[in-house]
């Protein structure tokens, strides 16, 4: 039995994140746990003529310690979903839902450190999920997102040229 016309399988969605990115953060996280964990642990020991620490200062100084390490990981929460119906990009901050009519292009330039997505309206939003230290993972990833594109525009009116098109 052959193949119904018109009918094919939907790309799969496109999920990205920073691996190398947050490996190194929680490598970074861990340190900075263990480092507030030893000078808490240390503050008994280490009194002056003014000053003696006490159990509220050992637990302060590792909660700190901790707070600290958990704003490290924070920072690797940059995310990209996509689907044959939009993007969804988590940068550390910003949160961005936009549907593939709004995106003119999927960007990586060779020198640049992350991608982006060229807006219609001319903006434009990086992608810090999409991260050039991650290599070909990222490489997949913004192929992937470039299929989706064209295969949610194809349908789209073919565009009459601007007077001073280049």
């Known amino acids: 039995m052959g193949l119904v016309s018109g009918s094919h399988d939907p790309l799969p969605a496109v999920s990205a994140v920073p691996h190398r990115l947050r490996l190194l953060l929680a490598v970074l996280a861990g340190v900075i746990a263990v480092v507030g964990l ?54 550390l901050l910003v949160h961005h839902r936009l549907p593939w009519t709004a995106v003119r292009a999927v960007r990586f330039e060779r020198t640049s450190a992350w991608g982006s997505l060229a807006l219609e309206n001319g903006d434009e939003i990086s992608l810090h999920a999409l991260q050039a230290a991650d290599g070909e993972r990222t490489v997949r990833a913004v192929e992937d997102l470039r299929a989706l594109h064209a295969a949610a525009r194809a349908n789209d009116p073919v565009r009459p040229p601007l007077l001073y098109d280049d």
């Open 38 to 91: 030893l000078v808490a642990l240390s503050l008994p020991s280490t009194e002056n003529t003014v000053v003696a620490y006490g159990p509220v200062d050992q637990i302060a100084i590792a909660g700190l310690g901790l707070v600290l390490a958990a704003g490290v990981l924070a920072l690797g929460r940059s995310r990209v979903d996509a689907d044959g119906h939009g993007i969804h990009v988590r940068n």
